[in-house]
């Protein structure tokens, strides 16, 4: 049973920061890609970064680069996405994802995997 754990969400005025974190297991951690999605109301799930397997490097997508950054304590075994800059549009529901790495660590392949609670994220504009 794959269970992950987000927290670290909230409200914050536009301009601000946050860190959602992600707990998983050192299994999970080793030999799976981990991801971070968003999603809106009233729109598709998007994806906003990505990380390899027992590796500190990963990407963000375009929408949110120079702003969000991922990474991982592996010795707590908690992914983290750091949010600084928070504009309105980051409002929604961020889930932690995660599947194991088939030929890369791509968003759309992680989308099919495994998805934990979410955890809201609130820009007021």
């Known amino acids: 049973q794959v269970q992950l754990v987000e927290s670290g969400g909230g409200s914050v005025q536009a301009g601000g920061s946050l860190r959602l974190s992600c707990a998983a297991s050192?299994?999970?951690?080793?030999?799976?890609?981990m991801g971070w999605f968003r999603q809106a109301p009233g729109k598709e799930r998007e994806g906003v970064a990505a990380i390899y397997p027992a590796l500190d490097s990963g990407y963000v997508a375009d929408s949110v680069k120079g702003r969000f950054t991922i990474s991982r304590d592996n010795a707590k075994y908690t992914l983290y996405l750091q949010m600084n800059n928070l504009k309105p549009e980051d409002t929604g529901m961020y889930y932690c994802?995660?599947?194991?790495?088939?030929?890369?660590?791509?968003?759309?392949?992680?989308?099919?995997?495994?998805w934990g609670q979410g955890t809201q994220v609130t820009v007021p504009s």
């Open positions: 050192a299994y999970i951690h080793s030999t799976n890609c």
């Open positions: 994802a995660t599947r194991a790495m088939v030929r890369g660590c791509g968003l759309s392949q992680i989308l099919t995997g495994y």
